[in-house]
């Protein structure tokens, strides 16, 4: 049996997707997995709020009203999408949003060699000490994936 619709998000459009496409669906998946990332951290944020026994707007007000402490907080998400990307993709190949646009880091074998996970390190570090959004745009601009070019690790399209 074959449940699948034809007209699902997963992998968009069947044409060859390289440089500018490649990079676009780049930035789909990275948008995605920030999605995730906040889903999971308003989960978080409630379970707190049940072990607090308390209301989770009180938790929101009285934990991250100072510059000091949203800036832990930003950090704090920083860090939880580092230890995300590495986590999913060393261990599945690709994030939540790589798969659900059909990109994946390197190539299959690539994925076997025991250097992977030092090139998913450290793409990922690289990407999170840019500020996430510089790599992405200038790979968009150059019609590229620079960060690949410059960690051995280029992004694949099942496409």
Request: aromatic fraction near 10%; glycine fraction near 8%; hydrophobic fraction near 50%.
């Amino acid at each position: 049996m074959d449940f699948s619709v034809g007209t699902g998000f997963q992998g968009g459009p069947s044409r060859k997707r390289k440089g500018y496409r490649l990079a676009l669906w780049s930035l789909m998946a990275s948008f995605i997995d920030g999605l995730v990332l906040v889903a999971v951290s308003c989960a978080f944020l409630v379970l707190f709020s049940l072990l607090m026994k308390t209301n989770a707007s009180i938790v929101i007000k009285n934990y991250f009203h100072t510059e000091s402490q949203i800036m832990l907080l930003a950090e704090i998400y920083a860090v939880s999408a580092w230890v995300y990307l590495i986590a999913t993709r060393v261990l599945t190949g690709s994030s939540i949003g790589e798969w659900a646009c059909n990109i994946r880091l390197g190539q299959p074998h690539e994925r076997l060699e025991t250097r992977y996970v030092l090139r998913v390190l450290a793409r990922s570090t690289l990407i999170v000490v840019t500020g996430v959004v510089t790599l992405p745009a200038l790979s968009l601009i150059l019609g590229g994936d620079l960060t690949g070019k410059l960690c051995g690790l280029r992004l694949f399209s099942l496409k």
